[in-house]
């Protein structure tokens, strides 16, 4: 009999054992449901809220003071692509905020205001008057300068090795080579003894520039005739200046606004039949005689990693200025014969490229 008792116990609790985990929880009744119904519903509120408090990654704002009119220019698109190439999107992960001057230099101070009042990360400009501008209203946003004659004479940077400042970049090395474009163009043109040089007194190395010029012209034996243009409303003044000068041949200095309005002045060599060097390929590229000089829609690209640099932490203060290493000399062909210029074998021979 114990036997079957031991068997109905087992039993028994096996079936209270089934009860148990049959038996359902009790539904909370007043105070309790209310406050199980108000944590619920904090719960399911609380996760939207919490994923829309996370902050939003911010999109690096790069502001562009140029003197040109558009951004379709070479050097400001190289700029984009040279971002391009370091994986920068326009309007996905970062945004480009322009400021052109249409060639006004006295609207360059009001503009960079807008670009500080708008709070850039970084400011990229575009010449010598451009970077003033930018840095006499601002010591707080990083500058990265396109492509500058001098930067340290003009007090952008304390030196190239160590800027100093909030400003570093690109130089264009202009000013050591000034002398040098006027010993390429008496050796294209032997007869030439008096020159025209068109330049920008405004330009923050613009007179460096001329003095540079009229150097090596004592040395040559060339006369110069100075002629000043600051800027695109007396440009067309200047040129019927020069053609009054009635000089052998014409060499413009370094300066953004006449490389933004190249065309002009080449249109203006042409038509006048005065033989011309200018400091830039692109110059000789729309028809210009000849170019000297560095690459300046290169300088912009690097510009790009300047930017990349500081946009993850670089100060601008510790990023030296590069210096240009390469320099073109670009002669057209074309524009010789329409001209009846025969360029010497031993110039075309040094040439980088030869525009046929």
């Given at each position: 009999?114990?036997?079957?008792?031991?068997?109905?116990?087992?039993?028994?609790?096996a079936d209270e054992g089934d009860l148990t985990s049959?038996?359902?929880?009790?539904?909370?009744?007043?105070?309790?449901?209310?406050?199980?119904?108000?944590?619920?519903?904090?719960?399911?509120?609380?996760?939207?809220?919490a994923a829309r408090a996370q902050p939003a990654r911010?999109?690096?704002?790069?502001?562009?003071?140029?003197?040109?009119?558009?951004?379709?220019?070479?050097?400001?698109?190289?700029?984009?692509?040279?971002?391009?190439?370091?994986?920068?999107?326009?309007?996905?992960?970062?945004?480009?905020?322009?400021?052109?001057?249409?060639?006004?230099?006295?609207?360059?101070?009001?503009?960079?205001?807008?670009?500080?009042?708008?709070?850039?990360?970084?400011?990229?400009?575009?010449?010598?008057?451009?970077?003033?501008?930018?840095?006499?209203?601002?010591?707080?946003?990083?500058?990265?300068?396109?492509?500058?004659?001098?930067?340290?004479?003009?007090?952008?940077?304390?030196?190239?090795?160590?800027?100093?400042?909030?400003?570093?970049?690109?130089?264009?090395?202009?000013?050591?080579?000034?002398?040098?474009?006027?010993?390429?163009?008496?050796?294209?043109?032997?007869?030439?003894?008096?020159?025209?040089?068109?330049?920008?007194?405004?330009?923050?190395?613009?007179?460096?520039?001329?003095?540079?010029?009229?150097?090596?012209?004592?040395?040559?034996?060339?006369?110069?005739?100075?002629?000043?243009?600051?800027?695109?409303?007396?440009?067309?003044?200047?040129?019927?200046?020069?053609?009054?000068?009635?000089?052998?041949?014409?060499?413009?200095?370094?300066?953004?606004?006449?490389?933004?309005?190249?065309?002009?002045v080449v249109d203006f060599a042409l038509r006048k039949?005065?033989?011309?060097?200018?400091?830039?390929?692109?110059?000789?590229?729309?028809?210009?005689?000849?170019?000297?000089?560095?690459?300046?829609?290169?300088?912009?690209?690097?510009?790009?990693?300047?930017?990349?640099?500081?946009?993850?932490?670089?100060?601008?203060?510790?990023?030296?200025?590069?210096?240009?290493?390469?320099?073109?000399?670009?002669?057209?062909?074309?524009?010789?014969?329409?001209?009846?210029?025969?360029?010497?074998?031993?110039?075309?021979?040094?040439?980088?490229?030869?525009?046929?």
């Open positions: 009999m114990d036997g079957v008792r031991l068997r109905g116990e087992d039993r028994r609790r049959r038996v359902e929880p009790s539904p909370p009744s007043g105070m309790d449901r209310r406050r199980f119904l108000l944590t619920s519903l904090a719960g399911a509120l609380a996760a939207p809220l911010k999109v690096p704002r790069i502001g562009i003071l140029t003197l040109a009119s558009s951004a379709s220019t070479p050097i400001l698109q190289a700029f984009r692509d040279g971002l391009r190439e370091l994986g920068y999107v326009e309007s996905q992960n970062m945004a480009l905020e322009f400021r052109f001057a249409h060639g006004r230099p006295d609207t360059l101070v009001s503009l960079a205001v807008e670009l500080v009042r708008q709070d850039m990360d970084v400011i990229v400009a575009d010449g010598g008057q451009a970077a003033l501008a930018a840095k006499s209203v601002t010591q707080r946003i990083p500058i990265v300068m396109g492509a500058v004659g001098d930067p340290v004479k003009v007090g952008l940077v304390t030196s190239l090795a160590r800027p100093g400042t909030n400003v570093t970049g690109l130089t264009l090395l202009s000013v050591e080579l000034s002398s040098k474009r006027l010993e390429l163009l008496r050796e294209a043109i032997p007869y030439a003894s008096r020159v025209a040089v068109l330049w920008n007194p405004g330009n923050p190395a613009g007179k460096d520039y001329l003095e540079q010029t009229k150097g090596a012209a004592r040395v040559l034996g060339v006369e110069i005739a100075a002629v000043e243009a600051r800027g695109t409303s007396d440009l067309d003044a200047a040129l019927e200046a020069v053609a009054a000068a009635r000089p052998s041949a014409l060499i413009s200095l370094a300066d953004a606004t006449l490389w933004n309005h190249r065309r002009r039949r005065i033989p011309a060097l200018f400091p830039e390929r692109e110059f000789a590229d729309d028809g210009g005689l000849m170019a000297y000089g560095p690459n300046v829609p290169a300088n912009f690209r690097r510009a790009a990693v300047y930017v990349d640099k500081i946009l993850k932490g670089a100060k601008p203060a510790d990023l030296p200025v590069e210096e240009p290493t390469k320099f073109e000399l670009v002669i057209n062909l074309k524009t010789a014969k329409a001209l009846g210029v025969t360029i010497p074998p031993s110039l075309l021979a040094r040439a980088d490229q030869v525009i046929e």
